[in-house]
T-cell receptor, first 115, second 115 residues
């Protein structure tokens, strides 16, 4: 399977714990995006990388959130001191941005539940 | 800031019939991209169709077509010959032509297909 993969698929944690999610993009895709989706809503943009550079962060991304994409391959999203409001589906997408074209392909998501 | 609105939280259609999902957006830009994504229950989001704002011709992908009205800032999705596998949540999304690439999603429309 050469699609976007995310691990773990589900994560249950207690409030105050740290969690880390991983996203493996489609091979050779230079852009990687993170979105958050709460139940019954559309995804909201969190951040994106072009290669290894993090180029934009949403105001939704508080200082408890950090994302990395070392070497421009896989990416990790870490949430420190989780809160119940962090419970959501975290989606990763990748794309090959050439000129103005940038069609994003999504992974299956990581569902986070904070107790 | 750009916004995307889907005013139909739920729609239903009889198998083999045609259904139209509505989407409106607000932007001051003249060049942008619009997308429809499908998210089946507990499955990942997949791209249905894409439209470049500079193209007057409406995009078509097999049974899926759009009615793009740039002046009215409207972008509806028509599904012809509906199939049971079309049942899903459908999201309309906007992307600026600037190099950021992030998608702005609507709230989604849940489509039920009745046999």
């Amino acid at each position: 399977d050469t699609g976007v993969s995310q691990n773990p698929r589900h994560k249950i944690t207690k409030r105050g714990q740290n969690v880390t999610f991983r996203c493996d993009p489609i091979s050779e895709h230079n852009r990687l995006y993170w979105y958050r989706q709460t139940l019954g809503q559309g995804p909201e943009f969190l951040t994106y990388f072009q290669n290894e550079a993090q180029l934009e962060k949403s105001r939704l991304l508080s200082d408890r959130f950090s994302a990395e994409r070392p070497k421009g391959s896989f990416s990790t999203l870490e949430i420190q001191r989780t809160e119940q409001g962090d419970s959501a589906m975290y989606l990763c997408a990748s794309s090959l941005a050439t000129g103005w074209t940038d069609t994003q392909y999504f992974g299956p998501g990581t569902r986070l539940t904070v107790l | 800031a750009q916004t995307v609105t889907q005013s139909q939280p739920e729609m239903s259609v009889q198998e083999a019939e045609t259904v139209t999902l509505s989407c409106t957006y607000d932007t001051s830009e003249s060049d942008y991209y619009l997308f429809w994504y499908k998210q089946p229950p507990s499955r990942q989001m997949i791209l249905v169709i894409r439209q470049e704002a500079y193209k007057q011709q409406n995009a078509t992908e097999n049974r899926f077509s759009v009615n793009f009205q740039k002046a009215a800032k409207s972008f509806s999705l028509k599904i012809s010959d509906s199939q049971l596998g079309d049942a899903a949540m459908y999201f309309c999304a906007y992307r600026s032509s600037s190099n950021t690439g992030k998608l702005i999603f609507g709230q989604g429309t849940t489509l039920q297909v009745k046999p």
